[in-house]
């Protein structure tokens, strides 16, 4: 059975910190492994997809990694911002759909 | 396109009473899916549909949990009858394709009394 652990649970920085968020599943056979970030009482938002098949992705300040043969997962952000304030969940895919999500990070930059 | 539309957003029943969730997945997108999130357990995908067909139902926790996509546009996750232990939010989501990124509503929070 999948299972997806994120460290830390929480994390504090002051604004303009450089910050790593961790992600460690214990399958490697995955499809894809995705990084979605939630605010409170809000959905989730698609923040970058990585295929089995790719080593990163990049969207702006953040930056994505996936060593599929060690199950393991970095976000990086870069200058962090207080609206990057949230909750950052990982999730992977087995084939199909089924994505397994971690209990996520709850990210706090500070001003 | 207004996103993943779902309905209520706040529901507060009595153990006993039956409970419908409403979802509205994006046009075109031919997989929908619905998630239960606590605290406890975290995000568990309950039940996914595709073509308005379901696929995987395996997440579904008891026989009080029903879920239909009568159209391409409107799915209903019902508990019938509703317990404290349910309460949670309920998250619908739906992708185009099935490598790709799902899309997930505001979500329903609820609450069982």
């Known amino acids: 059975k999948q299972e997806v652990t994120q460290i830390p649970a929480a994390l504090s920085v002051p604004e303009g910190e450089n910050l790593v968020l961790n992600c460690s599943f214990t399958?490697?056979?995955?499809?894809?492994l995705q990084w979605f970030r939630q605010d409170p009482g809000k959905g989730l938002t698609s923040l970058l997809l990585?295929?089995?098949?790719?080593r990163e992705q990049t969207s702006g300040r953040l930056n994505a990694s996936l060593d599929k043969s060690s199950g393991r997962s970095t976000l990086y952000i870069a200058a962090s911002q207080p609206g990057d304030s949230a909750t950052y969940l990982c999730?992977?895919?087995?084939?199909?759909?089924?994505?397994?999500f971690g209990a996520g990070t709850i990210l706090r930059v500070k001003s | 396109d207004a996103g993943v539309i779902q309905s209520p957003r706040h529901e507060v029943t009595e153990m006993g009473q039956e409970v419908t969730l409403r979802c509205k997945p994006i046009?075109?997108?031919?997989?929908l899916f619905w998630y239960r999130q606590t605290m406890m357990r975290g995000l568990e995908l309950l039940i996914y549909?595709?073509?308005?067909?379901?696929?995987?139902d395996s997440g579904m926790p008891e026989d009080r949990f029903s879920a239909k996509m009568p159209n391409a546009s409107f799915s209903t996750l019902k508990i019938q009858p509703s317990e404290p232990r349910d309460s949670a939010v309920y998250f619908c989501?739906?992708?185009?394709?099935?490598?790709?990124?799902?899309?997930f509503g505001p979500g329903t929070r609820l609450l069982v009394l």
């Open positions: 399958d490697s056979a995955i499809y894809n």
């Open positions: 046009s075109g997108h031919d997989y």
């Open positions: 989501a739906s992708s185009l394709i099935p490598s790709e990124t799902q899309y």
């Open positions: 999730a992977v895919s087995r084939g199909g759909n089924k994505l397994v």
């Open positions: 549909f595709n073509n308005n067909v379901p696929i995987d």
């Open positions: 990585i295929q089995s098949s790719q």
